[in-house]
């Protein structure tokens, strides 16, 4: 099955990229502001509903507001594998193609979830109180043991009944193809005992990257691909389940390209 989030797709001129950055980041921080009193009402029932009721109350905002920064791109978002996502919470396992990979994901994939990111974000007012909400978890790049605490935080959040997304390239590739998989989501799975959901997206450094860092349009593809279970994850270990999860990813991707030539 194939759903199209967006329609709108536009190769812009110069007048219109420029368009298209300004009321793109316009937006980004600018519709932030209003949800502040849906921010507060979330805080105040955070503690008194059920996590799977609460993380799709709150995922209400972020959902709204990725459409809403994707829409500002003129991007076309085509999203299959909806059907694969499985009840309960999952460790989504995503390729990291550039900056636009989160607003896309999050208005792509119908189920809640939380990532990992930088400690600085938490500098940005309202936006870090959204993440902390989401069940996000911060990373101090600075500091060894970090690294550590952020495994053990995530498989908590999983094992609290919240889903996780996590990119095990590390660092985004800006469209110059899959880079090698880190084992830290293998033992986040294995200590949570959660199904793998490996996510494939190809497409999103196209609106950003690819153009000096300038807003262009362009032809996302997402393809949620079928949950490796649980039974599946104890057996490989971890270093088997890197290899499987970044092969499965690595051959979805060049289908895609190929489909696309």
């Not at 978002?77 to 059907?83: D, K, P, Q």
């Not at 870090?128 to 069940?135: A, G, H, K, V």
């Not at 919240?162 to 830290?184: D, N, V, W």
Request: charged share 25%.
């Amino acid at each position: 099955m194939e759903r199209h989030i967006l329609s709108s797709f536009t190769k812009g001129n110069k007048e219109i990229v420029m368009y298209n950055s300004i009321r793109t980041f316009s937006y980004l921080f600018g519709y932030l502001p209003f949800t502040i009193k849906r921010l507060n009402k979330v805080k105040k029932l955070s503690n008194k509903l059920d996590p799977a009721v609460r993380d799709f109350y709150v995922d209400e905002v972020p959902r709204i507001w990725a459409s809403g920064i994707l829409k500002r791109t003129r991007s076309i978002i085509s999203v299959t594998g909806i059907e694969n996502l499985p009840e309960g919470p999952v460790l989504f396992v995503s390729n990291h193609e550039g900056n636009f990979d989160i607003p896309v994901l999050i208005a792509s994939i119908p189920k809640p979830f939380g990532f990992i990111s930088k400690i600085e974000v938490k500098k940005l007012p309202i936006i870090n109180d959204w993440m902390e909400q989401m069940n996000c978890v911060f990373i101090d790049r600075t500091d060894k043991r970090s690294a550590m605490r952020v495994l053990s935080d995530s498989s908590d959040m999983l094992k609290a009944g919240h889903s996780m997304i996590i990119f095990p390239e590390g660092t985004r590739s800006k469209g110059t193809g899959l880079q090698p998989f880190k084992s830290g989501f293998a033992k986040i799975a294995l200590d949570a005992l959660v199904p793998i959901v490996p996510v494939a997206i190809s497409g999103t450094s196209g609106i950003m990257e690819k153009n000096n860092n300038k807003i262009r349009a362009s032809h996302v593809f997402v393809e949620i691909l079928p949950a490796i279970e649980v039974e599946t994850v104890k057996t490989l270990g971890r270093q088997e389940l890197v290899i499987h999860a970044e092969s499965l990813i690595g051959e979805t991707l060049s289908s895609i390209i190929e489909n696309q030539s």
